[in-house]
């Protein structure tokens, strides 16, 4: 949490996307309890989405939960300009919020296929190009995205598996591009992780841990501690980089 006495992310402000539970919000609070003021977007849930901000708060940081439908160019745009006019400046972003649609491929419908590319692929896009600008310099993008981008072990993710396997191709360009100015931008493969969309007491949760090396569940905190080693001084050299959290899914 801390590096030479102080917090390591002291007077940073991050923005979190889809920050109201799960990954999203273990993120955010461990950002927060490293020294960042958090700003976490939400579509539902706007109960949770504020008890995360308070628990920013009472770290003695600021937080803010603001509603955005990740989906929406002109939201998306709007919500960047609102956190770095509300905390006068903008240093990391992480796109977390997505969507899984599983099953067959010739019974995948045409609606699916929309809103999965929509909200994990276009959305982690104009989220990086509204946040560019606003970075400060030696600014951070880390995205989430999925220990089957690179290893597809079962049946029926052909459309989740494409839209997390884009973020691959957005994270080493964007690296090249924005690397000038001392930004970097990683992505963040979790393997099964423990939540409220996959939890590990699930149906195929016997079958998800027998995929991997440890033989078990990972928590959204193995992920924070992750993108918080990214986000840090620590991370300063480590750009275009996928980093797996995904406990020997793929190895």
Known sequence: MTMNGTARLDGKVALVTGGSRGIGAAVALRLAEDGADVALTYQGGAERAEAVAAKITALGRRGWAVRAESADPQEVQAVVAAVAERFGRLDILVNNAGVGVLGPIGEMALEDVDRVLEVNVRAPFLFAQAASDRLAEGGRIVTIGSCIARRVAFPGASLYATSKAATIGLTKALARELGPRGITVNVVHPGPI????????????????????????????????????????????????ELAVDGGFAA
């Open 194 to 241: 423990d939540t409220d969309m996959n939890p590990a007491d699930g149906d195929s949760a016997e079958f998800q841990r027998g995929l991997t090396a440890l033989g078990t569940y990972g928590a959204g905190t193995d992920v924070a501690g992750a993108v918080a080693y990214l986000v840090s001084a620590d991370g300063r050299y480590v750009s275009g980089a």
